[in-house]
């Protein structure tokens, strides 16, 4: 198959449930009304750490669309799916956009390079010396 190699977003992210890798910013958030079979779902321009599987035309609740699922490139969940074509005019939009479930990512701040926590043990004031 050969080597993955993951895109490391920096700051706040949206990632996958099942492993944690990066895939998206919520700069590339267009809307977080979408719904699909499982629940919620986010609209978003780009993503990254995804495969995108074959084409299939599928009748959404909003018409026709022409659509390929997405998977996380590090362990293979289906994670959503991209919109390919629309055939509504209203729905033109969505071409080239990509939806992530709810129910499949988590919204995660990397905390890693920007916050100190000091984990040694202290005395309080009401403690004996």
């Known amino acids: 198959m050969g080597r993955v190699f993951v895109v490391e977003l920096d700051g706040r992210s949206y990632r996958c449930r099942f492993c944690r890798t990066h895939l998206a910013l919520p700069d590339d958030l267009v809307s977080r009304s979408f719904h699909c079979r499982r629940g919620k779902a986010y609209l978003f321009n780009n993503t990254v750490n995804v495969t995108v599987g074959a084409l299939e035309e599928r009748m959404m609740l909003s018409g026709m669309h022409t659509v390929a699922d ?60």
Request: aromatic share 14%.
């Open 70 to 129: 997405i998977f996380c490139c590090c362990c293979g969940q289906i994670v959503g799916w991209k919109y390919e074509a629309a055939y509504e005019k209203s729905q033109k939009y969505k071409e080239g956009k990509f939806v992530l479930q709810r129910g499949r990512i988590v919204n995660e701040i990397n905390f890693s390079s920007e916050v100190y926590i000091d984990t040694r043990p202290s005395m309080s004031d009401g403690d004996d010396a």
